[in-house]
T-cell receptor, first 113, second 114 residues
Framework: ETGVTQTPRHLVMGMTNKKSLKCEQH?????MYWYKQSAKKPLELMFV???????ENNSVPSRFSPECPNSSHLFLHLHTLQPEDSALYLC????????????FGQGTRLTVV | AQSVTQPDIHITVSEGASLELRCNYS??????LFWYVQSPGQGLQLLLK??????LVQGIKGFEAEFKRSQSSFNLRKPSVHWSDAAEYFC????????????FGTGTRLTIIP
């Protein structure tokens, strides 16, 4: 148990659906991250939030929309996804952007049909 | 380009045998180095990290890693693996200046056979 909780653990959605992934941490961390993990590819950093402000968007398509209402919660809103978006989506947090140690959630396994 | 390379996609070892997983990085300066483990259906857990100092670092679960500057390597080792070590292992680097971020390798899947 790392202190970072993601829900749901598994999600199957159609290409016309709208769904949201949730990440929650009560570690007192100020930086939160979304990563995408696809088979046979390195983890891809998608978004970075620091003190609720988005500091990085690594050319992620607009069908992925992050939201960080407070330092403890991070959402990833999904709409009109493509089958190639199927992957494990991992949330992580760290004390600060400069803190090298990140704590990861268990991930949400997303399947787009 | 800056990168982290894990040359072995899949390794199979017998329970009780020794293990070495390879990791190479291509940064001009020494970055911070990490090994993470991901058990099936789980997130990533930090095994160990190297910032500076002693080049042999000890981690959790009996793992250790050695930083070799001349080879730009940070290989993970364990003297005797257990069936519970079956997982995917990721090497990662953190640049400590400029565009700070964790960059991961593609991972090495470890299978343990009886």
């Amino acid at each position: 148990e790392t202190g970072v909780t993601q829900t749901p653990r598994h999600l199957v959605m159609g290409m016309t659906n709208k769904k949201s992934l949730k990440c929650e941490q009560h570690l007192g961390h100020n930086a939160m991250y979304w990563y995408k993990q696809s088979a046979k590819k390195p983890l891809e950093l998608m978004f970075v939030y620091n003190f609720k402000e988005q500091t990085e968007n690594n050319s992620v398509p607009s069908r992925f929309s992050p939201e960080c209402p407070n330092s403890s919660h991070l959402f990833l809103h999904l709409h009109t996804l493509q089958p190639e978006d199927s992957a494990l989506y991992l949330c992580a947090s760290s004390q600060s952007l400069l803190d090298t140690e990140a704590f990861f959630g268990q991930g949400t396994r997303l399947t787009v049909v | 380009a800056q990168s982290v390379t894990q040359p072995d996609i899949h390794i199979t070892v017998s329970e009780g045998a020794s293990l070495e997983l390879r990791c190479n990085y291509s940064y001009g300066a020494t970055p911070y180095l990490f090994w993470y483990v991901q058990s099936p259906g789980q997130g990533l857990q930090l095994l160990l990290k190297y910032f500076s100092g002693d080049t042999l670092v000890q981690g959790i679960k009996g793992f250790e890693a050695e930083f070799k500057r001349s080879q730009s390597s940070f290989n993970l080792r364990k003297p005797s693996v257990h069936w519970s070590d079956a997982a995917e292992y990721f090497c990662a680097v953190f640049r400590n200046f400029g565009n700070e971020k964790l960059t991961f390798g593609t991972g090495t899947r470890l299978t343990i056979i009886p």
